[in-house]
Structures are given as structure tokens and as C-alpha cells.
């Protein structure tokens, strides 16, 4: 098996069978980071660290751990040609992270650009990409287009104006919907919180001075995305507290924040969970699906976080973070009447919610592995054990989680591989018929996320 070559991650014949089926679905990508205005100007990427470096902390992590300078990584000193070499010449250290595999098949794929990323092949790749990223058909709207994606969902805040979306729905229709992000409304300990407050109200006319007002903003805001084909809410959450709290008391708290009096870690905790369901009873009325992402610990470095700010690859998981006792109070009071993703980032959790999700039937479901866990291995795992102890035809479809819109196609293609590959030794153990993992493989691929989000 040469790289990258037509077995790529597939065991066999039957696995191979099974992905020539799927791999020229149709994306449905429900969740990235899309930049939305790049998108809706239709821009071409000036070169190709912008197109593969500028935005991606898998990228910035793996050369800092290859011993690149951060000049060459997020520094301003340094042009972006420089970063690429830079990036080039240590290449060979990143083999066998998921990032090597990506950006060698973002440059095969979309680029037809065959060479291997190294210090020898840097110039002759550079320039290859600057004459082929300048075509009309490098262009961005036209980029979606070849890749195939039916939907996609960016990620987007209670305060944005959706102009963008706006924008795209005149050249592409539904293809691009936003998703309803509002964490820095729940995040009461952060320190900007009571300064949110204040643009959240001015970009929906209504000052917020009780919590009443912010929850009839946040519906308003809410109405607003539904306007524009939106179908999900997101909710990043280190853990996911969603006990039950009387609406007075979660009051009394929003109004010591607004006076600026300290909350002990249980008033933080009481508004956050409040908040949390009070998301979930806005999508449970429209028959949005609510998704979860639990269990990022943010900007674990203090030095990177101090020189260059959030997202910047200082964040990890916790495998002592508890994830049923804070949901499952959430999970009882929607329970069937709440389409729910639960989506983990240590694959210590996929046996915890795996089971959840299998006893909580049809509306509860599983999300495809996600940051940490969305290589090959950790895709293969969770695929091998969800489908052990749930049902494979009830996960939620895989999501590219990307802020690089070249990298659509490659991780929707390390999915379909990785998942033909798990069905098709599944076929040659004789666990199911090859009739049944072909109909799987499609549903999982295209079907089952279209239908979950109502596209």
C-alpha cells in the first residue's frame, strides 16, 4: 500500500467496495468555523499558508512541537512564505498525526498537487499552489461546490447580523446556515461577561438589566437564525451542568453579576445550568437539534495564552470531568422531545456516552469523534464500541469541526474510509451482510446527519 494511494485506511476488498459507494456522496458538514464573510465575498486564498497555516491550531501545535519558533508559526515578523518553508522543512516530524495525512490530501485533492511536503519539495509546491489557487475555480464558493457540500453550518454568535448568510443565500442558496452559538451569554465568570451584556443589548435594542431581558433577547436572537435555515444550537462546555434551577434564584444571581459582586462556584454554576436548559427549551420548540460539546479544558498554557490570546492550541481534556450526574437532569426533562448530539473530546468518555445515548433512546445521539479523537483511531474506536453497546444507524454524521475549507473534503474522506473500513470487517468477521453495511455506510455518510437536522 503506497500513501495515500486508493487503499488508504481500508482493510480489504469489502471495505473498498463499500467506501467506492460513498465517496462521491454529498458533504453535510453540520458544524465548523467557517469564515462566513471570506465565503460570501467568494475570495481566493492570496497563498497557501493561508490557505492551510494561518487559522489552524492543529497545525500551529504541531510545529511547536516539531521545535518551529513561534515567529514562524503566529508571529507578524514573518511572511507567509517563510512560515510555509518553515512549516515544510519539519514535516516529516509530523507522520503519523492526522495533520500530515490532512494537508497531503487538502493539496492532492483540491490542488492536484502531488509532491510530499518537505524541506527539498517546499519551493517547487509553493509555487505550484500560487498559479493554481489565482483559477476561477480556486475561489471559495466554487472550492464548496467541488467538494460536494450540500450543507454546511458555521458557528455564530446571539450578535451577529447574519449579513454574510444573507449575502451567500443569493449565490448559494441553502447551502451555507448559521448555528446558534451563545456561550459568552452563559459564561458568567468570564471576565467580559457584564461587557456582553451591553453589545448584546444594543444589537437587539434592549438593554439588559434583569435576566428577563437578556432571555427575551436571546429568544429574539434565536427567531432571528430561524429566519436563515438555522438548525442546531452549539454549546461548548468544559462540563456540562444542566441541573434544575428555579428561575428566581438564577435571577438573584444575574443580578449580583450585573452589580459586580463575586459568585462563589456554585451561584457560577446554578446560572450556567439554568442558562444551559433554557437553550435546550428554545431548540425543543422549534425541533432544532441541541448539540454539546463537552469537555475542552481552554488555554492550559499560560505563556501562549498570554502572548497570543485564546484558540491557540493550549487546550486538552480532562478524564476526571463527570459527564452523566450534571446531564442527566437536562436529559430527563427533554427526554423525547429534544433532538440531542452529545459529542465528547477524550475518548475515555465514548463508553459513558455511548450508553447514555442507548438509554435514552431515538432523540439522544451520539456525535462522531470529535478534535482529539477525530483521526483514524480515534474514529475507529468509537465507531467499533458505539456500535457495541448503541445502534451504528443512531449516530449524528460527521462534522469536520474545521476553520479551513480545504479541509472539508479530507476529513469527510478520513471518515468514509475509516467507517468502510470498520463495516467491512464487520462483513469479512460475518457480523452482518454486506447488503446491510452498504445501506450503513450511505446513511451514516449522507443520510442519517440530513435527516437528523432536517436539511
Known sequence: MAFLDDHYLLCGATSEDIYGQIRDLPIIDAHN???????????HFTDLWEAEGATDHYVWECMRKAGVAEEFITGSSRSNREKWFAMAEAFDRLAGNPTYEWIHL??????????????????VIWEKSMEILQKPEM???SMIRQMKVEVMCSTDDPLDTLEHHKALQTTMGSTVRPTF?????????????????????SRWNTPIRRLEDLLAVLR???????QFGCRASDHGLNVPYAHQVAPAAAAAIFSRAMAGQALSEQETRDYMAFMLNEFAELDAEKGW???MHIGAVRDVRASLYEQIGADAGGDLSDHLTDYLSPLLPLLNRFDGRLKTVLYNMNPI???TLAQLTRAFGYTVSLGLAWWMNDSYQGMKTQLE?????????????????????LSYGSRHEMFRRTLSNVLGGMVDRGQMPKSVADRLAAWLAYGRPKQLFGF
Do not use: T
Open 139 to 141: 475561489a471559495q464558493q
Open 289 to 291: 437539534v441541541f448539540q
Open 349 to 351: 468518555h465514548n463508553a
Open 220 to 226: 429574539k436572537a434565536h427567531d432571528f437564525f430561524a
Open 181 to 201: 452559538r451563545p456561550d459568552r451569554a452563559m459564561n458568567i465568570f468570564k471576565p467580559d461577561w457584564k461587557d456582553y451584556m451591553e453589545r448584546l443589548g
Open 106 to 123: 487538502d493539496l492532492k485533492r483540491r490542488l492536484g498537487i502531488d509532491e510530499l511536503i518537505c524541506k527539498e519539495n517546499a519551493a
Open 385 to 405: 464500541y458505539a456500535g457495541s453497546v448503541d445502534l451504528l444507524s443512531n449516530m449524528a454524521g460527521m462534522v469536520s469541526d474545521s476553520r479551513k475549507i
Open 33 to 43: 468555523h467557517c469564515d462566513v464573510k471570506a465565503l460570501s465575498e467568494n475570495r
